[in-house]
């Protein structure tokens, strides 16, 4: 192992100044460990969630980036029928634009929003050519060879299309491009194949295939004049989306001999590299962009789902912190990461224990009055509200609790009684209660509480428990849970008036862990992903989108949340793990002499 003496030629001294520290953060001796440590820098890739298309669909076709991206034509969901649709993307949100003059599926995009091709496809087999302008399509010269699910390249004026299914329904080899008036037949794929990825990567004399028909991992490389096979995809797949160029490539989803995946594999110009995989699985979708603005849109089973791709993005990390005194499930939490409140839960039999975390260690304060799991926690570890829950037969309870940094006092109760419930505030004086359930059905009913007692507002969109919680009683977040025995996504906002239906999570998920600070910057982790398993998952919440976070190291359901979206705490049912969202962790050094 390295000494800091061998690194630098000296002995440790400060080096916060320092501009070529080699150590990249400030260097600090830890006593317990009895040796020397400092923060490093990490970074990743992954990616976050972006607004639905207004059409669901599948099979389509898309030009573009994240940040202006196009996308046209494919099969609509839930009913099959071809489509000529176009939608354009601003970075933000899909708007609907004029139509394709040919509707089909199976179609190849090149180009950018503002000047693409959509090339041959499906309705049947087609090999028509059409010109988009940023406001209208225009037919041009047809594909010398009708086929659809073809790989793709370059851009309006110097294209190229590969490979693709005939009106035979055989694999095709042939390779066309396009000089801006015309297609050309020029040398073939080495393997005919079909559905195919990168539908986007590099040029007409640049370009990269990989994957498709039967399963395929070979690739192969263009280089202007003939294809040659270079190294196959780790994992082979067909019907998958791809982005980038032939040097700096991504694959992403598909369809295996099993089931739609969605591993995303990266390229550079020699290998593959499996990185982080989509939210979901899906197959069918569009892929567009250069690597740091990708994006993959549709597919059958997020229909209309945006996916955006974030490079080298500093990533967060979980820390083991100290175990709870008394294991329990159904905890709820509150606080901050360093001052942070345990409530309630289940050892099985119903538990009023309360602990308090002062960033290092649990200590039992005072117990609640009535013993109970699963209620809706909120406020601060001094100032704190613990309402409903389930008590034990017959079930919720409409028991409502104050914390005043010290003792527990029941005050005036819910209107509705229910359990696995969300809530959020600032203190015990200002918070919303949201969702939960009362008998098997769902509720959407939320309740703002004023410092004395409750008053019914707006409900939620969807009804649901189970569900995250965060913000205050003005401005506040829900996320996931179980709406009438579907797990969901769906997040909904709280602007103090009514709740507004926002982007969705990546991964569907019931009684997890949320911080419990902000609205705009929120982090969830863990839950049940269905029934029987449960997650390690993290996504962070930008006021906007959701994006995947490392893992906890431990899968957990039914536990509580703190904190903020850089320092929040996953606690029980035993174990507790902090999170550091600047993108640093923690590495360590000898000090031996020499």
Do not use: H
């Amino acid at each position: 192992m390295s000494t800091y003496k061998k690194i630098k030629g000296t002995a440790v001294q400060n080096i916060d100044g320092e501009p070529d520290n080699p150590l990249k953060g400030q260097l600090w001796y830890d006593t317990v460990d009895a040796e020397f440590k400092y923060k490093e820098q990490v970074v990743g890739n992954a990616w976050s969630t972006g607004n639905n298309l207004n059409q669901l669909r599948t099979q389509l076709g898309g030009a573009g980036d994240k940040t202006n991206g196009l996308v046209f034509g494919g099969n609509n969901v839930p009913a099959p029928s071809y489509v000529g649709l176009t939608e354009s993307y601003n970075g933000t949100s899909w708007t609907e634009v004029a139509d394709l003059n040919l509707a089909r599926r199976y179609l190849s995009g090149i180009g950018t929003a503002t000047a693409a091709l959509a090339v041959g496809g499906s309705n049947p087999e087609t090999g028509a050519t059409e010109s988009w302008n940023g406001s209208a399509w225009t037919e041009l010269n047809d594909l010398n060879t009708a086929r659809d699910g073809k790989g793709s390249s370059g851009d309006q004026t110097a294209g190229l299309v590969f490979g693709g299914e005939g009106t035979a329904g055989q694999n095709s080899t042939l390779t066309e491009s396009w000089n801006g008036t015309s297609w050309t037949e020029v040398n073939d794929l080495n393997l005919g194949r079909s559905t195919l990825g990168p539908a986007s990567a590099g040029t007409a004399t640049a370009a990269l295939g990989a994957g498709g028909s039967n399963d395929t991992a070979a690739t192969e490389s263009w280089n202007g004049t003939s294809w040659t096979s270079v190294a196959d995809l780790n994992i082979g797949r067909r019907d998958l989306g791809g982005a980038g160029t032939q040097t700096d490539a991504l694959v992403f989803g598909g369809a295996d001999p099993v089931d739609q995946v969605g591993y995303t594999e990266s390229w550079n110009g020699s290998i593959w590299t499996q990185t982080s995989n989509l939210s979901v699985g899906r197959r069918g979708g569009a892929g567009m962009g250069s690597i740091p603005a990708a994006m993959y849109v549709g597919g059958p089973k997020t229909s209309g789902a945006t996916e955006e791709w974030n490079a080298n993005i500093n990533l967060g990390a979980w820390y083991t912190g100290g175990n709870v005194n008394t294991p329990r499930g159904q905890i709820r939490g509150t606080g901050t990461q360093t001052a942070a409140l345990a409530v309630g839960g289940e050892t099985p039999a119903m538990s009023a224990l309360t602990e308090f975390y002062n960033g290092t260690a649990w200590a039992e304060v005072n117990d609640l009055n009535t013993a109970r799991s699963s209620g809706g926690s909120s406020g601060i570890s001094t100032s704190s509200l613990y309402s409903g829950g389930y008590a034990g037969p017959p079930g919720a309870t409409a028991v409502n609790e104050t914390w005043n940094g010290l003792t527990w006092t029941e005050v005036n109760d819910l209107n509705t009684p229910r359990f696995y419930n969300a809530a959020a505030g600032s203190s015990n004086t200002a918070a919303i209660v949201f969702g939960g359930a009362s008998t098997p059905t769902s509720l959407g009913v939320t309740e703002s509480w004023n410092g004395t007692s409750f008053t019914e507002v707006n409900d939620l969109n969807t009804a649901r428990s189970g569900n995250g919680g965060t913000g205050t009683q003005t401005a506040a977040l829900t996320m996931g849970g179980d709406s009438n025995g579907t797990t969901v996504a769906a997040t909904e906002t709280w602007n103090g008036t009514s709740w507004t239906t926002v982007n969705s999570m990546n991964t569907a998920r019931r009684l997890m862990g949320a911080s419990s600070q902000s609205d705009t910057l929120a982090l969830i982790f863990g839950g049940y992903t269905n029934p029987l398993t449960i997650s390690t998952i993290t996504e962070s919440w930008n006021g906007t989108s959701w994006t995947n976070e490392n893992d906890l190291s431990t899968s957990r359901g039914a536990f509580g949340g703190a904190g903020t979206q850089n320092q929040a705490l996953a606690m029980g049912p035993a174990s507790t793990e902090e999170w550091d969202g600047t993108g640093f962790i923690t590495r360590s050094i000898t000090t031996t002499t020499e």
